[in-house]
Nanobody, 127 residues
């Protein structure tokens, strides 16, 4: 059974940093893309960042480019999202997701292509 478990959310002041973790288990994630999505109150879920499991390609939403960094540790089966220079508009529930990418680029992956999802972790940025 595939499990994605997020951790690391919390309350932080604007300009601060948080590091989210996503521990993956239950299968081999070769040729899988690992993504972070977020959903703010009253808004639709949106893409944040993604990384290939087997390669080091990354892809970011314009709203977080230059502030967030996605990385992974294959030995620990864990994906991270380092969030710096946080803004109040970054407040949301953050979800980790995994989807088979094959030869597709991360940019070509749609939200529906991510088949496994975590339960989410709350990030609140105060002004």
């Amino acid at each position: 059974q595939v499990q994605l478990v997020e951790s690391g959310g919390g309350l932080v002041q604007a300009g601060g940093s948080l590091r989210l973790s996503c521990a993956a288990s239950g299968r081999t994630f070769s040729n899988y893309a690992m993504g972070w999505f977020r959903q703010a109150p009253g808004k639709e879920r949106e893409f944040v960042a993604a990384i290939n499991w087997s390669f080091r390609n990354t892809y970011y939403a314009d709203s977080v480019k230059g502030r967030f960094t996605i990385s992974r540790d294959n030995a620990k089966n864990t994906v991270y999202l380092q969030m710096d220079s946080l803004k109040p508009e970054d407040t949301a529930v953050y979800y980790c997701a995994a989807g088979y990418s094959g030869l597709r680029s991360l940019r070509a992956m749609l939200e529906n292509d991510y088949e496994y999802w975590g339960q989410g972790t709350q990030v609140t940025v105060s002004s």
